[in-house]
C-alpha cells in the first residue's frame, strides 16, 4: 500500500476543496413512529477517475474489482468483494524453462513481468499489497487454486528458498501464503481424488503444496477446504456481509464435478476413481488435470463474471467426460465478462459454452506463443460480434501466427499489462483497465468503459 497514504491524502483535499468526498450520502428519512430516522445506505458516486499515464486509484465500499495480474509466468487473479473480502485465485509460477513444451521453437516466448529479477511471488505480493483494502488488514480472506499445474499455483526448483521451518519451498502460492495471513485456502481436494494423469507423473508440485497448507494451519490458522461444488455460501463478504444481497459467488466445478442447477446439487461424468487409476498417465483415455478445475460465477447485481481455470472441451468426441465445458454450459448464463479458459489456447471456450456466456468482455491470461489463439478469439467474436478482448501477453511469434492466420491483431482492445475490472456498487455498469506491467508503479495505460450490465 505504498501509495494509499499518498492517494487517501489527495482524496481529502481533493474533497475539502470541491465540498465532494466521492460519495453521496442520501437524505435520512423519518418512519412515522421511530424516534430515530433511518439513514439509507451511502450511496457511491461514479468510480474516482482513472486517467491514463496516472496511478489506478484504489478500491471503494461497494465496489466489486477483479484484477488480473500479470507476472508473465500463468494465471493470477485478485479480487475486491464489495465489502473489501480479498480472494486470490491461483497464485501462476511456471518457470520460464517451461514455455517451450508446445513446438514454440526458439522463440523467446513471453517475458517474465516486469523482469526476470523479480520472482512471479513477488510480483502478485507487491501488487496485493498495494491494492489491498484497509480492511483485510493486508490479509488474503480467500487464497484458491484452480487446480494443480504450475502456472496456477507454482513449481518446485531448488532456485527457490526454503521456508526455514516449513519443509516446503516458497513457490508462488507458498510465498505469498506465507507472507500473508490466509484466511481459507480453498481448492479442489487431494490430488488423487479424483485422479488425474497429472497425479501419477508427478506429486512434487502438490507435495510442496501440502506441506505449505499444513504450515499455514498451524502458524497462521488458515483453513484448508475443498470446493463444495454448486454451493453459493462458501466463498461470502466476510467484513460487512450484509453490505449487499447482490453479491453472490456461485461454485459451478471442482474435481470434475459441475452444478446441475438444482439447489447445491452437482454431478459428474468423469469413471470412476478405480478406472481412472487403471487408466493411468499413458493410456489415450487419460483425465487430464485441466478437467479439474474450479469454475465460478461471481454476481453483483446485473454484472455477472465467470472464471473457469483451464476447463476444456478437447477430446469431446470420444471420451465425453473431458468436456467439463458442455455441463458448465447449461448452468450458465449470458456473463458481462469472463476469464479465457485454458488462457485462451485451442479446444477450449467451446461454441457451445460461448453462445450460453456471451461476453461482452474477455480477458485471456497468456504466458506461451500458442495463447490467444486465432480459433478460439474467433469463436467468442462469433458469440458476440462486440467482444473487447484483452490479454496480458502477446508474443513477436504469436503476433505473426495470427497474422497468417488472417486474424487481425487491431481487434484486440489490449495485448499486454495487467487487466481490471471495477463493477460499480450498483452492479449496473463496469470498466476496464489496463495497466502497464512494465514496472511495478500501477500506472493506467488504457481506459475502457463504463460499459452497461444486462
Ligand atoms: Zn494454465
Request: aromatic content about 10%.
Amino acid at each position: 500500500m505504498r501509495y494509499q497514504g499518498i492517494t487517501c491524502a489527495f482524496v481529502l483535499l481533493a474533497a475539502l476543496l470541491s465540498g465532494c468526498g466521492g460519495e453521496k450520502r442520501l437524505p435520512s428519512v423519518v418512519v412515522p413512529g421511530k424516534e430515530k430516522p433511518e439513514v439509507t445506505p451511502v450511496v457511491p458516486e461514479e468510480t474516482p477517475d482513472a486517467k491514463v499515464g496516472e496511478v489506478l486509484p484504489l478500491w471503494s465500499e461497494g465496489y466489486l474489482d477483479i484484477h488480473s495480474i500479470n507476472t508473465g509466468r500463468g494465471e493470477s487473479y485478485f479480487y475486491i468483494f464489495p465489502d473489501g473480502t480479498t480472494m486470490l485465485l491461483d497464485a501462476g509460477g511456471a518457470l520460464p524453462g517451461e514455455v517451450h513444451d508446445y513446438g514454440e521453437g526458439n522463440s523467446p516466448g513471453v517475458p517474465s513481468k516486469p523482469n526476470k529479477d523479480i520472482p512471479a511471488a513477488d510480483v502478485i505480493l507487491h501488487y496485493i499489497q498495494h491494492f489491498s483494502p484497509e480492511v483485510s488488514k493486508g490479509a488474503l480472506d480467500y487464497m484458491m487454486v484452480s487446480h494443480y499445474h504450475s502456472d496456477h499455483f507454482g513449481s518446485v526448483n531448488s532456485f527457490f528458498p526454503s521456508h526455514p521451518s516449513g519443509g516446503f519451498v516458497l513457490n508462488s502460492v507458498a510465498a505469498v501464503g506465507t507472507a500473508l495471513k490466509v484466511g481459507k485456502l480453498l481448492d479442489r481436494g487431494e490430488f488423487d481424488d479424483p485422479p488425474s494423469s497429472d497425479w501419477f507423473s508427478s506429486t512434487t508440485n502438490y507435495n510442496n503444496y501440502v506441506k505449505f497448507a499444513k504450515w499455514a494451519a498451524t502458524s497462521q490458522g488458515t483453513v484448508r477446504e475443498k470446493v463444495r461444488v454448486g454451493a453459493n455460501d462458501q466463498i461470502v463478504m466476510v467484513h460487512k456481509p450484509s453490505a449487499t444481497d447482490a453479491f453472490e459467488v456461485r461454485n459451478l466445478a471442482a474435481g470434475g464435478y459441475v452444478w446441475t442447477g438444482t439447489g447445491t446439487e452437482s454431478a459428474t461424468r468423469l469413471p470412476s476413481t478405480a478406472e481412472l487409476k487403471k487408466m493411468g498417465s499413458s493410456d489415450a483415455g487419460q483425465c487430464g488435470e485441466n478437467v479439474m478445475s474450479v469454475a465460478l460465477h461471481v454476481r453483483l447485481g446485473a454484472f455477472d463474471w465467470f472464471t473457469g481455470g483451464d476447463c476444456q472441451y478437447n477430446g469431446r468426441s470420444t471420451y465425453a467426460y473431458k468436456d467439463i465445458e458442455a455441463p458448465i454450459a447449461k448452468v450458465m448464463k449470458k456473463v458481462e465478462a469472463m476469464k479465457a479458459n485454458h488462457h485462451c489456447t485451442a479446444n477450449t471456450n467451446s461454441a457451445e459454452l460461448l453462445a450460453v456466456l456471451r461476453p461482452d468482455v474477455l480477458v485471456a491470461s497468456s504466458w506461451r506463443d500458442v495463447q490467444p489463439r486465432a480459433e478460439t478469439m474467433t469463436r467468442f467474436i462469433k458469440a458476440n460480434s462486440e467482444v473487447k478482448i484483452f490479454t496480458t501477453n502477446l508474443t513477436d511469434n504469436n503476433k505473426a501466427t495470427l497474422a497468417s492466420q488472417g486474424f487481425d491483431i487491431g481487434r484486440m482492445s489490449a495485448i499486454s499489462g495487467h487487466i481490471v475490472l471495477r463493477v460499480h456498487p450498483s452492479g449496473s455498469r463496469f470498466w476496464v483497465y489496463v495497466l502497464d506491467d512494465s514496472d511495478e508503479s500501477y500506472k493506467v495505460s488504457k481506459v475502457f468503459g463504463p460499459y452497461n450490465c444486462q
